[in-house]
Each structure stands twice: as structure tokens, then as C-alpha cells.
């Protein structure tokens, strides 16, 4: 069974400082990916990492992939309050019709 | 970007009726997908639907639920008769394209059993 697991599950940041979240999976995936979900609305999708050393950033964030360790991260530099909300991490395989798979989700609130 | 839009956008109903949540495609699509978040939680895989039929279901997704596809566009998940348990957010998501490799998540449905 694949598994997804995020930590921290919270995460309060300062403003300006650096922060990384964890994800990591437990058996051979062919896609990641990264969403943003705000309180009472649906997930909106940051990145998708598809092969081993993958990166990818999008202004403050930056996401990796290494798919011999099944850990992924995003690293949020020089935190702001406008990124406050839960990101998730899911992985899927092609082989079974994609169906994602998330982590627990980290809650990030980011204080002035 | 191609979007899915669900409807209601809040339903509320009493314990052991029948509710229908409906997703609409603003394109064609041939795979679709039903996730649920109980409230605080990680989203769940409910079940996929590919070229019209049910290609992969989840242990969540009982003789309880059914999806459809009635006209060949709305696209609708139904819950024959609700249990408190059944309260979530459910969130339809049409699947990656050759364009688009995420899959992109419907604005979603409240419901709440009562």
C-alpha cells in the first residue's frame, strides 16, 4: 500500500526566514506533486516533479525531487504572510489510472 | 486553463437521504476523479472514471456510492442514503492531458449530514 507522509504537520514561520517541508512516500511513484489548499477552498496545484533531481520553483517556493531517497521537499525562502495555508504533497503511478495519493498536509501560518 | 466547476457548492441534508453531487467539465476530458477531505484531514481517493466507466474504486467508495456520467458531460457522484460520517468536502478532478500534467481540482461540494 502507498503511503504519503508529511511533516512538520504545522509549521508557524517568521517573516523572511527560510523554512522546508518534508514529504516522503513509500513505493516507486511516477509523479509528485505539490498543492495549495486555503481554508474552505479546493487545492491548487503548484508543481508537478516527474523524474529523479527534479526541480522546480515558482517565486518564493521551490520544490525537489529525489526519487532514490522517495523524499520530496519545498523550500519556502524568505517567508511571507500571504503564503498562510496547508500544502500537500501526493504521488501517483500511472498503473494504477493516476489516482493521487496525498500526504497529511503541513498547516503553515506565517507571522509578521 | 481547462476548469471543472461543481454544484452545490454547499448542501446540507438529514441522515440517510439520498444526495447528488454534480462536476461539469469545461472541456472534454476522458478521466475523471472524486476525492473527499473530512474536515482537517488529507484528501481520499474515492474513485476514478475513465471513457465512461468506473476503472478504479477505493475501499471508501461502497454500494452506498455511485458515479455517472447521464449525458456525457455533467459528470455526478450519488450517496444513496447519508450517514453523519459521510460529511466532507468532495472535490471532483478531471485528469492530466498531454498539455497538462496535474490534476486540476473542482472549486468542490460541502456537505453536511445531519
Known amino acids: 500500500e502507498l503511503k504519503v507522509e508529511q511533516n512538520p504537520l504545522f509549521l508557524s514561520m517568521q517573516e523572511g526566514k527560510n523554512y522546508t517541508i518534508y514529504c516522503n512516500y513509500s513505493t516507486t511513484s511516477d509523479r509528485l506533486y505539490w498543492y495549495r489548499q486555503d481554508p474552505g477552498k479546493s487545492l491548487e496545484s503548484l508543481f508537478v516533479?516527474?523524474?529523479?533531481?527534479a526541480v522546480k520553483q515558482e517565486g518564493r517556493l521551490m520544490a525537489s525531487l529525489d526519487t532514490k531517497a522517495r523524499l520530496s521537499t519545498l523550500h519556502i525562502t524568505a517567508a511571507v504572510h500571504d503564503l498562510s495555508a496547508t500544502y500537500f504533497c501526493a504521488v501517483d503511478r500511472v498503473a494504477a489510472g493516476n489516482k493521487l495519493t496525498f500526504g497529511g498536509g503541513t498547516r503553515v501560518l506565517v507571522k509578521p | 486553463e481547462p476548469e471543472v466547476t461543481q454544484t452545490p457548492s454547499h448542501q446540507v441534508t438529514q441522515m440517510g437521504q439520498e444526495v447528488i453531487l454534480r462536476c461539469v467539465p469545461i472541456s472534454n476530458h476522458l478521466y475523471f476523479y472524486w476525492y473527499r477531505q473530512i474536515l482537517g484531514q488529507k484528501v481520499e481517493f474515492l474513485v476514478s472514471?475513465?471513457?465512461?466507466?468506473?476503472?478504479?474504486k477505493s475501499e471508501i467508495f461502497d454500494d452506498q456510492f455511485s458515479v455517472e456520467r447521464p449525458d456525457g458531460s455533467n459528470f455526478t457522484l450519488k450517496i444513496r442514503s447519508t450517514k453523519l460520517e459521510d460529511s466532507a468536502m468532495y472535490f471532483c478532478a478531471r485528469g492530466p492531458t498531454s498539455g497538462h500534467r496535474t490534476q486540476y481540482f473542482g472549486p468542490g461540494t460541502r456537505l453536511l449530514v445531519l
Open positions: 472514471f475513465y471513457n465512461n466507466e468506473i476503472s478504479e
Open positions: 516533479l516527474l523524474s529523479n533531481g
